[in-house]
């Protein structure tokens, strides 16, 4: 047998640290006067976004959406909200 050691309590810690997200529920109104850039910055910082949307979600979220999606966060637009995530936050619909 080799003299492999396993410790479990370490790997234990380990996957607890890189699963811990931080970050806040904020809210907002996406009308055009916010610029995409606030948006991403707030969504870098592992911030969760609830915007009640007031207009055209496609042109309004047109700042961010695409770096949203390509750093692995999610966007869903719900009954007139559209929420915004940061990688590692799934919004689930499978109840709808």
């Known amino acids: 047998m080799s003299d ?4 479990l309590r ?5 996957i607890d ?3 811990e997200i931080e970050g806040s529920i904020l809210l907002g109104v ?10 991403l910055d707030a969504i870098s910082k592992g911030n969760v976004l609830v ?6 979600v496609n042109e309004l979220a ?3 959406a695409r770096d949203v999606k390509e750093s692995g966060g999610s966007l869903v637009h719900f009954r007139g909200f559209l ?3 940061p990688p590692g ?4 619909t499978d109840r709808l």
Do not use: C, K, R, Y
């Open 62 to 64: 047109a700042g961010f």
């Open 10 to 14: 370490a790997v234990e810690e380990h």
């Open 30 to 39: 996406l009308d055009g006067t916010t610029p995409g850039d606030e948006w």
């Open 4 to 7: 492999f050691d396993l410790d």
């Open 51 to 56: 915007l009640n949307v007031e207009g055209d």
């Open 17 to 19: 640290d890189e699963l």
């Open 83 to 85: 929420l915004v995530t």
């Open 89 to 92: 936050v799934d919004v689930s």
